[in-house]
């Protein structure tokens, strides 16, 4: 590969390098100033000073270059073999959370035995990667080892327990890796991470599979570092060289339920490109099975025209089967034991048992047959006070309704806040319904029916949807910058009329200034939903093509700058001298320079998160630190032309405007804000939305898909739909 890395001794060789510098420059001077006569100590130590300055200037100059060249290539087991130990720590830690979330489970969390089979050799018309006919989720690791090549394509119905397989499988397969480094330290393994592909952005633009397999590969190993913190060369590396399964969940969610399947056709003709020699890699992916199917036997548009089938070559396709009658005994036996009882289950549920073994197709077990039903099953009757032999006694149609209706109140019961206290179940109902009534409003105007990111509340909030938080922000950001502006001009004038020929004229001036400014800041607030926030990026400045990457932006946008700035500054040139037009184009050049060069070369689109609420903090966070820096710029410019004063205020004035210009949507803050303050007036939601999701989140109401917030499953979401407000 070529780069190289930062290791724990070229880090000691710099920090002892800059340590000599310091110590052999400061210290002499103020030991011997501390221990002579005043005039003495001062001559002496001017003399002795610079040697010893010199000296260890040069030791730590040494130093320091003995640090730069010690760092270890990239691509050096010796870096690779820990990095990879510490990211198997680290999915391991994560995914097992996660399974227990998904499964209401703490503990030993262990998921019911779901089995799989092949699909019928006449649906099959591609090449396979080996493998039995039938397998069930406890021997999932086993089967996966049979594979030749490693390539798994896992399908089932809504709710069938794709995910929960597919996590299962990362588990034990990183069990297995963990063992064979502690077995052989220097052993080469890979490391299975999850990726939930609705997270994945396509180009726009047509490109080859090649190309498109180059993107899927450079995103993998943007997650590696987002996600586990890998440094961005070493991950690169660990993907290129085949040291990362990647675990692609949800091929389903890249295109919307209501289109053709185009993004996931793309997607599959890039994963089935060779890497290098070798053929195409190994891979686990997940899709529902309607989804696939459309994939693999495309049915003709109204035109008559049938579209190219797609597969994943050369991968063995299992089918999730609804969980029988022992599989779902056996699991209630595991979350609710007792081994003296009959069946191994606590006495609560010996009822259940009895009625799913003596009435196998009746209408209880088709429930529980499914992981999702059996899931909500456990969580609403999970609590020993609770009777879940009422479930025996419900017809088909209200068995659904049932216990979709008792979920909430017993997760509010089972799950506290953040502080110990319980969120109220209608309160609950009616906060998750207000976000329902939110996706379902995005929908009717093209946008993902699924997709939650808080930043979007304001586009559905009052009548019509949007208008009202947008004024609202609009007046609000030209307020602020109009009396900043008012403020500047009452307090110098003296500055102002240095360069204008009337000092009442500059009132006219501000007027003028203020009145732009609530235009261009309207025009900026007209802009529509924003579907990819940006997060702050400082990490491209630890690696070579990141800081060649923030020269490139901070070049183009000195060019471009100096070119519009000098441009503009014909006419005020002309007006009130050369001089001055000199300044103010100059000023706006180096001003909007600095601003793109800063703004756009250190932050980037955030795919991935942790919580629900981390997105909407990070994008805010970029967004103050883009007003900042665009202050930063403006003031700095506008202080070498026309003093500190006139860049102090030109500073405030652009940092308040330069977040939201650089957003290229809005203040989200302050729309954000406004949208919580009004339906939290309406009863619609929470005082604190991103906290309150964060705790659905951990009660596995809903759940992460890149930056997006989705129910659990679609049928919640169908379900607290019929709240709506």
């Not at 996590?167 to 963990?178: Q, T, Y």
């Not at 993107?215 to 993998?220: G, P, S, V, Y």
């Not at 879940?388 to 509010?412: G, I």
């Not at 500055?495 to 003028?512: A, E, K, Q, S």
Request: glycine share 10%; net charge positive.
């Amino acid at each position: 590969m070529g780069s190289r890395t930062w290791s724990t001794r070229a880090r000691a060789w710099a920090a002892v390098g800059v340590l000599l510098v310091l110590v052999g420059t400061v210290w002499p001077t103020v030991w011997l100033m501390d221990r002579t006569a005043d005039d003495d100590g001062a001559g002496i130590a001017n003399v002795l000073a610079l040697p010893v300055g010199g000296l260890s200037l040069v030791v730590g100059t040494v130093s320091l270059f003995v640090a730069w060249r010690s760092r270890p290539r990239t691509d050096d087991l010796a870096v690779l073999v820990p990095v990879a130990r510490d990211l198997l720590r680290a999915v391991v830690k994560g995914e097992a959370a996660t399974l227990a979330r998904l499964l209401g489970d703490t503990g030993r969390a262990r998921p019911a035995d779901v089995g799989f089979v092949a699909p019928e050799a006449a649906e099959v018309w591609w090449r396979d990667d080996g493998g039995s006919a039938s397998g069930s989720l406890d021997d999932v690791a086993v089967y996966y080892r049979s594979l030749e090549l490693g390539r798994l394509v896992v399908l089932g119905e809504p709710g069938a327990g794709k995910t929960v397989l597919a996590l299962r499988l990362l588990l034990d397969l990183a069990a297995e890796a963990r063992a064979t480094l502690n077995h052989t330290p220097t052993a080469r393994v890979r490391v299975p991470v999850r990726l939930s592909l609705s997270s994945f952005t396509l180009p726009e633009q047509p490109c080859t599979p090649s190309v498109l397999y180059e993107r899927l590969e450079a995103w993998i190993a943007e997650q590696l570092g987002v996600t586990y913190g890998v440094p961005p060369a070493v991950a690169r590396v660990l993907v290129a060289d085949g040291w990362v399964l990647p675990v692609l969940d949800g091929l389903d969610e890249i295109d919307p339920d209501h289109t053709p399947p185009r993004r996931a056709r793309r997607v599959l003709d890039a994963l089935n490109q060779p890497t290098g020699d070798a053929p195409a890699g190994p891979l686990v992916l997940t899709c529902r099975s309607r989804r696939y199917r459309e994939l693999t036997h495309p049915a003709p548009d109204p035109t008559g025209w049938r579209p190219t089938p797609a597969v994943v070559q050369d991968a063995t396709v299992v089918v999730i089967q609804p969980l029988d009658t022992d599989q779902v005994t056996a699991w209630l036996a595991h979350r609710f034991p007792d081994p003296r009882g009959p069946h191994g289950v606590h006495r609560r549920w010996r009822r259940v048992v009895t009625t799913i073994r003596n009435h196998r197709r009746g209408r209880l077990a088709t429930c529980l047959s499914s992981p999702l039903r059996l899931y909500l099953a456990c969580a609403v009757y999970t609590e020993p006070d609770t009777t879940p032999a009422e479930l025996c006694d419900l017809d088909p149609e209200t068995l659904d309704r049932h216990l979709l209706d008792h979920l909430v109140p017993a997760l509010t019961r089972h799950h506290p806040r953040a502080d110990g206290t319980h969120y109220h179940p209608d309160d609950v109902t009616r906060w998750l319904a207000t976000f329902t009534h939110h996706l379902t409003t995005l929908a009717h105007h093209g946008h993902s029916a699924t997709d939650l990111h808080l930043h979007q509340l304001w586009a559905t909030t009052g009548t019509p949807p949007g208008r009202r938080i947008r004024r609202q922000t609009t007046t609000t950001l030209a307020l602020l910058n109009g009396l900043l502006l008012a403020g500047f001009g009452l307090s110098h004038a003296d500055i102002i009329g240095h360069y204008l020929p009337t000092t009442r004229f500059d009132w006219f001036v501000v007027l003028g200034v203020e009145v732009g400014i609530f235009i261009v800041t309207a025009l900026i607030h007209r802009a529509g939903v924003q579907n990819t926030p940006r997060r702050l990026n400082l990490d491209r400045l630890r690696e070579s093509s990141g800081r060649r990457l923030f020269i490139q932006r901070l070049a183009f946008g000195l060019t471009f700058g100096l070119t519009v700035g000098l441009t503009g500054g014909v006419a005020p040139g002309l007006a009130f001298g050369l001089a001055f037009g000199l300044k103010i184009g100059l000023a706006v050049g180096l001003a909007v320079g600095l601003t793109i060069g800063f703004t756009d070369g250190l932050t980037s689109i955030q795919n991935t998160a942790v919580r629900p609420s981390q997105p909407l903090r990070q994008y805010i966070a970029s967004e103050l630190a883009n007003g900042l820096m665009t202050g930063l710029a403006f003031g700095l410019a506008f202080g070498l032309a026309f003093g500190p004063t006139a860049g102090l205020a030109v500073g405030l004035l652009f940092g308040l405007i330069g977040g939201p210009v650089d957003a290229a949507g809005g203040f989200v803050l302050l729309r954000y804000l406004f949208a919580v303050r009004a339906l939290r007036r309406a009863g619609q939601l929470s005082t604190h939305p991103a906290r309150f999701l964060d705790w659905a989140y951990t009660a596995g109401l809903v759940r992460l898909a890149g930056t997006a917030t989705q129910f659990r499953h679609h049928d919640l979401q169908t379900y607290f739909n019929r709240y709506m407000p």
